[in-house]
């Protein structure tokens, strides 16, 4: 997200309309769904993420989503929640969690505002970069956890093992 000078951009209110220039300046396709979020896609390291941002102005919060599209089965629900539980403690900025309805994987990350107060370009920019780190970061893992059918604390010693010397 370098595209973006906010000194070049003159903003409107609407926190969504602030990710949209943000979109705009990275050439990014984006839709406006009936309930008012923005949704768009973007290329990671594993797979094109969904992601969606929404302004819940009920508690001046912009929050982004972003779906790994990786499904926890009922039978594999508890070991999602472990993963979720131990990759939570290694990320600093938004969470993931798993969908009680349907078991989808899901990284969430949440800008409180105070009220009257909207998001910079540079925030914006920031979510997007965190929820892809995060995304392309532990991806791996439940992965690992949902279709190897590894345990928690396996699937994310095998993503994030450190390499040693030089090839």
Same mark, same amino acid.
């Given at each position: 997200?370098? !595209?973006?000078?906010?000194?070049?951009?003159?903003?409107?209110?609407?926190?969504?309309?602030?990710?949209?220039?943000?979109?705009?300046?990275?050439?990014?396709?984006?839709?406006?769904?009936?309930?008012?979020?923005?949704?768009?896609?973007?290329? *990671?390291?594993?797979?094109?993420?969904?992601?969606?941002?929404?302004? &819940?102005?009920?508690?001046?919060? #912009?929050? #982004?989503?972003? !779906?790994?599209?990786?499904?926890?089965?009922?039978?594999? &629900?508890?070991?999602?929640?472990?993963?979720? /539980? #131990?990759?939570?403690?290694?990320?600093?900025?938004?969470?993931?969690?798993?969908?009680?309805?349907? /078991?989808?994987?899901?990284?969430?990350? +949440?800008?409180? #505002?105070?009220?009257?107060?909207?998001?910079?370009?540079?925030?914006? !920019? +920031?979510?997007?970069?965190?929820?892809?780190?995060?995304?392309?970061?532990?991806?791996?893992?439940?992965?690992?956890?949902?279709? *190897? +059918?590894?345990?928690?604390?396996?699937?994310?010693?095998?993503?994030?093992?450190?390499?040693? *010397?030089?090839?």
């Amino acid at each position: 997200m370098d !595209a973006v000078r906010p000194e070049e951009v003159d903003v409107p209110y609407d926190p969504l309309d602030v990710v949209e220039h943000v979109l705009v300046a990275e050439n990014l396709p984006f839709d406006r769904t009936d309930e008012g979020d923005l949704a768009f896609a973007l290329a *990671g390291d594993w797979k094109d993420y969904e992601l969606w941002f929404a302004w &819940r102005p009920e508690g001046d919060c #912009l929050q #982004l989503c972003c !779906a790994l599209d990786l499904q926890a089965k009922k039978s594999r &629900r508890a070991a999602a929640y472990e993963l979720v /539980g #131990l990759i939570n403690q290694r990320t600093w900025m938004g969470h993931f969690e798993v969908w009680a309805e349907d /078991g989808e994987i899901v990284f969430r990350h +949440s800008l409180a #505002l105070p009220m009257g107060e909207r998001p910079t370009l540079a925030q914006a !920019a +920031s979510m997007i970069d965190a929820a892809v780190e995060a995304a392309d970061r532990y991806y791996p893992a439940f992965d690992f956890m949902i279709r *190897g +059918s590894k345990k928690p604390q396996e699937a994310i010693d095998a993503c994030l093992f450190e390499t040693v *010397g030089t090839a």
